[in-house]
């Protein structure tokens, strides 16, 4: 089955420096790559998502890359802000018909004022 | 607010009971998943329903089965709890079968077995 690794694992930067987690997957079937960001106690929610057809995917502060020659996607952060503080999850997904996303562990970005 | 409902928010059980946690999905949506969450092993796949039918299983135990009943919502029966099975047991919705729509999570079910 698919299997998603994704790093660091935590990642601590200044308030206004830019943060990047990386996201690497196995099976090259996958086409869709949500990233999910889960505060403290919450529910994971959807931030951005690319597709298999789509190299970059841009929304305000945050952008999504896909190389899918290489197998890894990565979320770029801009301008951080002590809201971004979360847990952040990476995704793949692949599949018509029976369909499951697979996650990786998570990575938990700290924004220090 | 989601839309996807779980219910209990919290649940403490002894080791060797069984419980069942409930999921309402988002209106209209058809397909349920149900995801593991602890501090060492992130989001697990649990399984996957599809308008009643099972779709999609990933890393869920024999200990543990699932169903989707005809009004949609869906149900994850947990049996003879060990220690190891607590954790926050998230439910998501989608619009079809096919995950790549967005996926709307309910605020989890934390399940602490003493």
């Known amino acids: 089955g698919e299997n998603v690794e994704q790093h660091p694992s935590t990642l601590s930067v200044q308030e206004g420096d830019s943060a990047v987690i990386k996201c690497t997957y196995s099976?090259?079937?996958?086409?869709?790559f949500p990233w999910y960001k889960q505060e403290l106690g919450k529910r994971p929610q959807l931030i951005i998502d690319i597709r298999s057809n789509v190299g970059e995917k841009k929304d305000q502060r945050i952008a999504v890359t896909l190389n899918k020659t290489a197998k890894h996607f990565s979320l770029h952060i801009t301008e951080t802000q002590p809201e971004d503080s979360a847990v952040y999850f990476c995704a793949a997904g692949s599949g018509a018909g029976s369909y499951q996303l697979t996650f990786g562990k998570g990575t938990k970005l700290s924004v220090i004022p | 607010d989601s839309g996807v409902t779980q219910t209990p928010k919290h649940l403490i059980t002894a080791t060797g009971q069984r419980v069942t946690l409930r999921c309402s999905p988002r209106?209209?949506?058809?397909?349920v998943y149900w995801y593991q969450q602890s501090l060492d092993q992130g989001l697990q796949f649990l399984i996957q329903y599809y308008n009643g039918e099972e779709r999609a299983k990933g890393n869920i135990l024999e200990r543990f089965s699932a169903q989707q009943f005809p009004d949609l919502h869906s149900e994850l029966n947990l049996s003879s709890l060990e220690l190891g099975d607590s954790a926050l047991y998230f439910c998501?919705?989608?619009?079809?079968?096919?995950?790549?729509?967005?996926?709307?999570f309910g605020q989890g079910t934390r399940l602490t077995v003493v």
């Open positions: 099976d090259s079937a996958s086409n869709y």
């Open positions: 209106s209209g949506d058809l397909s």
């Open positions: 998501a919705s989608s619009g079809t079968g096919h995950m790549d729509t967005e996926a709307f």
